[in-house]
């Protein structure tokens, strides 16, 4: 299995532009998370799907952040507009019911100038 | 709500060294305990889970230990390595899978 894919690797985008950060889960985890890093917040909870369905967005922290899961096979995390301050690193993460434990990305690294 | 907090948040030891990492967490009510790893630059790997009705994990030099009843976690790693430099999160999961994360230990073996 090709573990969790993550993309883009890098992005850096100006403010104000649309961004979209993608992930596709390892085939069969029926749960996926958005994180977020930072150096001052550590790793955040955005959102997270079970069987395709958001459970919890409390996470996300403004009306600007949407994330969506289509199918099991794909998700996206979407910022618009951006701000220097969504700059940090976004990471996806699966699991097959959590009693297995979580698997995650190599993330995302945002940059918004 | 849960707050998971890790001590110290950096340590330096030299090769050959056992240490122990710490995690407390404020819920009593956690579903389960995980130990990650995290290279600069890098994802996350899993090293181990513990269940609520599981005390102890371990795998290769790594053991995990979870008490629920003083909401503490270690990390214990035996002749530690300059490979094992990294930074080292804990993260107490609820049933319906949010996982909470603590700040991490950024460890450093010298050789």
């Known amino acids: 299995d090709a573990g969790v894919i993550q993309s883009p690797r890098h992005e850096v985008t100006e403010m104000g532009q649309e961004v979209t950060l993608r992930c596709k889960p390892i085939?069969?985890?029926?749960?996926l998370f958005w994180y977020r890093q930072t150096m001052m917040r550590g790793l955040e909870l955005l959102i997270y799907f079970n069987n395709n369905v958001p459970i919890d967005d409390s996470g996300m922290p403004e009306d600007r952040f949407s994330a969506k899961m289509p199918n099991a096979s794909f998700s996206t995390l979407k910022i618009q507009p951006s701000e220097p301050r969504d700059s940090a690193v976004y990471f996806c993460a699966s699991s097959l019911e959590t009693q297995y434990g979580y698997t995650f990305g190599s993330g995302t690294r945002l940059t918004v100038v | 709500k849960q707050e998971v907090t890790q001590i110290p948040a950096a340590l330096s030891v030299p090769e050959g060294e056992n240490l122990v990492l710490n995690c407390s967490f404020t819920d009593s009510a956690i579903y389960n305990l995980q130990w990650f790893r995290q290279d600069p630059g890098k994802g996350l790997t899993s090293l181990l889970l513990i269940q609520s009705s599981q005390r102890e994990q371990t795998s290769g030099r790594l053991n995990a230990s979870l008490d629920k009843s003083s909401g503490r976690s270690t990390l214990y790693i035996a002749a530690s390595q300059p490979g094992d430099s990294a930074t080292y999160l804990c993260a107490g999961g609820n049933q319906g899978g949010k996982l909470i994360f603590g700040q991490g230990t950024e460890l450093s073996v010298k050789p």
């Open positions: 085939s069969g985890h029926n749960s």
